[in-house]
């Protein structure tokens, strides 16, 4: 089953797994996964179709077996191959309007060709001695815009106006703080799949505490080890 798509966005929106043997492919509120393991025939499975809620830059765990993505400006993940409803990973934008997690920002989008705020970390642990446990990781950017300047435009119609966040120059910019997401993932054969989160402080400081003139996080990342 192929979900009809608007090819242009959804080629932009590709993203695989970290042995790169798993592709997915977003369209028209659904999430296709192409296993491509074996290119001659590569097989398809629909991780979620008719999705109400726009979930956005879906990405695999490095094992394939969870993907995470932002809705409603919060970290989200799913298990794949689950019936099971997506899981909040983080309270950000839920418990502030003006903060964004995992989501890359205008600036970002604008300055530096940065689409992304959150990356899975490349090793998969486990959890003590038990084999049915997963660990991972994933780093993500927690972006702040309460003291940048709010701006409407209205609407050609004169119907209203649309609200955005800009800042304009010499007025003040998004701050930005990088965090750790802790993930276990439990699974039995007879019991629905379990995910325990736990997230991390803000990482040490603050780039701009540690450089005065540097404002953004224009890239992030794990080293393959």
């Known amino acids: ?7 242009h966005r959804a080629n932009k929106h590709l993203s695989s797994n970290h042995r790169q043997d798993k592709l997915l492919v977003p369209s028209a509120g659904c999430l296709v996964q192409y296993d491509v393991s074996e290119p001659a025939a590569p097989k398809q499975t629909v991780l ?20 995470a993505f932002v809705q409603d400006d919060d970290l989200w993940c799913a298990v794949v191959g689950s019936a099971q409803p997506a899981q909040r990973l ?6 502030s309007a003006n903060k964004h997690a995992g989501a890359a920002g ?26 049915s446990s997963a660990t991972y990781q994933i780093l993500f950017t927690v972006e702040d815009d309460s ?30 703080e990088t965090r750790l997401l802790h993930i276990t993932l439990t699974t039995q054969p007879t019991e629905a ?17 540690r450089f005065d003139d540097v404002e953004y996080i224009p890239r992030a990342g794990w080293m393959p080890d």
């Open 1 to 7: 089953m192929l979900c009809p798509h608007n090819s």
């Open 48 to 67: 979620w179709q008719n999705e109400e809620h726009a979930r956005l830059d879906c990405k695999l765990s490095p094992d394939g077996k969870l993907v």
């Open 90 to 95: 983080t309270h950000h934008h839920e418990k």
């Open 106 to 131: 205008f600036n970002l989008e604008e300055e530096f060709d940065q689409y992304s705020g959150f990356w899975w970390s490349p090793v998969v642990g486990s959890a003590g001695d038990s084999s």
């Open 147 to 176: 003291a940048v300047e709010t701006h409407s435009i209205p609407h050609d119609d004169g119907s209203g106006a649309e609200v955005y966040k800009y800042p304009r120059t010499g007025t003040a910019n998004t701050t930005v």
């Open 193 to 209: 799949a379990q995910v325990a989160v736990e997230e991390s402080a803000a990482l040490d400081q603050s780039f701009g505490g």
